[in-house]
């Protein structure tokens, strides 16, 4: 079937720029606003399907309510005057990681880890929305000058339902594909129920393959594939890249794992896992454990429930012998009044409490414990608020406290490096001439990642001559993302019993959505009060 020149009216085709197994894309031109766009048409062979077209124009709507930065967007979907449904999308410029790795070769362990990181933030979206990507493979991950962009979300699982749904070849070729095989986790290899544990897996063979130049699984035929790829343990990571830190293989072997439930629970999860694995390679290499091919194997096999415990505690002593390391190296402490300028700086703050080897054994920190801690670090002033912090790396510490001389009021987040506490975040709170003012702070899980929010609250005790409270300010941070967003309110000058507010620039994104509602929430309480 011909692609009519214009679709919807209003998108012009331009050319085709890439083909797949259930569809094709191309580019196109809004004709009203004149900016690219990418078209996917459903083959004919599926639009002819009902059941099949419906559950396309369904996962579009599903995906249209992504809206990650990472992720390329939904504008819009329909059908063509032939029955035949299509999706506009975002149009995203870059080089996919594909052909980035064809010319470049393998990578550095800090760019794989980069990388990752980055489609971790995408699928921790995109689980929490209850969409699994499904299809995870280097021509669907854009590497652009915004950053890391994942593509073509959610497709194959339209077609998990198809009756053809057996169907599967690396290349592109007609037929139902649901994933690459060689990117396939093991329950979808077997036609098994699938949910996020999938895509980590597939997240484990993108990182094995920017480190080793190549997928851990590679035959010519697809059904070899398939098969390895459910019932073979993958050649040892530290085999193939000798200089890659081998707590960062041993990260990538646990997204291999044959078991869904060995492989860590959540994209964070996964996160936090590479993330860290690079953070303990700066340990001096005799301190680290032998070759672990040993340990993969076990950790693949998962035959009874004592062979998978005797596993788990194998790692754990790994990683506790890792942590008690890093610990080690930590030195002196410095306070944060001896900072000569306004930003926070980096400091120490050893804790009074015997520091465990393992993270898992840590004991609660206290609300007293913190705030002893916070207080010791503050050389010129004093601390007003302290409170407990859940973050990827652990119990934080998140203090108010007022700098002297001059009284100006900051935040700042410590959270645990080995024995002790260093700051690595904060904010000024006393900013605009916000000065007197009486300053809170809050935790709460606003994403609801399963980590804590903080939001800072600031009230200046002087009301009008009307009986308004006057002026509030809001501050809040996000530990992950170490990003400040924040909200000024203060009556209208002209109009009663409204506020006026001013937000932060980078509250207007759509990343920020659920922080700029939190904020919201808090400032305009009363029924009568409008933004």
Not at 152 to 168: E, Q
Request: glycine content about 8%.
């Amino acid at each position: 079937m011909d692609t009519p020149p214009v679709i919807a009216g209003r998108f012009r085709v331009e050319c085709e720029i890439g083909r797949g197994g259930m569809g094709t894309v191309y580019r196109a031109s809004h004709l009203g606003l004149e900016r690219p766009v990418a078209i996917k048409i459903l083959k004919p062979e599926f639009a002819a399907d009902p059941q099949v077209a419906e559950r396309f124009m369904r996962e579009a709507r599903t995906m249209a309510r992504l809206r990650h930065a990472g992720a390329a967007m939904i504008f819009d979907a329909g059908r063509l005057d032939d029955g035949r449904p299509f999706i506009v999308m975002e149009h995203v410029e870059g080089v996919t990681l594909a052909e980035t790795l064809a010319r470049e070769g393998a990578f550095t362990s800090e760019r794989a880890v980069r990388i990752a990181a980055e489609i971790c933030d995408v699928l921790a979206e995109a689980h929490s929305l209850g969409i699994v990507h499904r299809d995870l493979k280097p021509s669907n991950i854009m590497l652009s000058e915004r950053g890391v962009r994942v593509l073509d979300f959610g497709i194959a699982k339209v077609l998990a339902n198809s009756a053809d749904a057996t169907r599967t070849h690396a290349t592109t070729q007609s037929g139902v594909i649901i994933g690459t095989p060689r990117y396939m986790s093991p329950e979808q290899c077997m036609g098994r129920r699938v949910g996020p544990a999938s895509d980590l897996y597939s997240l484990g063979v993108l990182v094995y393959e920017m480190l080793a130049g190549h997928p851990p699984f590679v035959d010519q035929l697809p059904s070899a594939v398939l098969v390895k790829q459910a019932a073979s343990a993958p050649p040892p990571l530290v085999a193939l890249r000798a200089d890659a830190p081998r707590s960062l293989a041993l990260a990538v072997h646990t997204l291999l794992a044959k078991n869904p439930a060995n492989r860590p629970v959540k994209a964070a999860d996964a996160r936090a896992l590479l993330e860290g694995s690079i953070a303990r390679a700066k340990i001096p290499a005799e301190l680290l454990p032998s070759p672990f091919a040993a340990t993969i194997a076990a950790l693949d096999a998962g035959s009874s429930a004592a062979f998978r415990s005797a596993t788990i505690f194998v790692l754990m002593l790994m990683f506790g012998g890792l942590l008690f390391a890093w610990s080690h190296g930590s030195r002196s402490a410095a306070r944060i009044g001896d900072a000569p300028h306004d930003d926070v700086p980096s400091m120490r703050v050893h804790e009074s409490i015997a520091q465990p080897a393992s993270i898992s054994t840590l004991p609660a920190l206290s609300t007293g414990a913190a705030q002893r801690i916070a207080s010791s670090a503050v050389a010129r002033g004093s601390v007003s608020d302290v409170r407990i912090v859940r973050t990827r790396g652990g119990q934080a510490i998140a203090a108010i406290y007022d700098r002297q001389p001059g009284g100006a009021t900051h935040f700042c987040l410590m959270e645990r490096r080995g024995k002790s506490f260093r700051v690595t975040g904060g904010a000024a709170l006393s900013v605009d001439g916000f000065r007197g003012a009486h300053w809170t702070a809050e935790v709460v899980d606003i994403d609801g990642d399963g980590y804590d929010e903080v939001i800072c609250t600031g009230t200046q005790s002087a009301r009008r001559r009307d009986g308004q409270q006057g002026r509030r300010h809001y501050v809040l941070y996000v530990p992950r993302s170490r990003q400040t967003y924040s909200l000024r309110v203060a009556p209208d000058v002209f109009l009663s019993n409204t506020l006026r507010a001013v937000w932060s620039s980078n509250s207007a994104t759509d990343k920020a959505h659920a922080y700029r509602s939190a904020l919201r929430r808090r400032a305009f309480t009363a029924p009568s009060r409008s933004l």
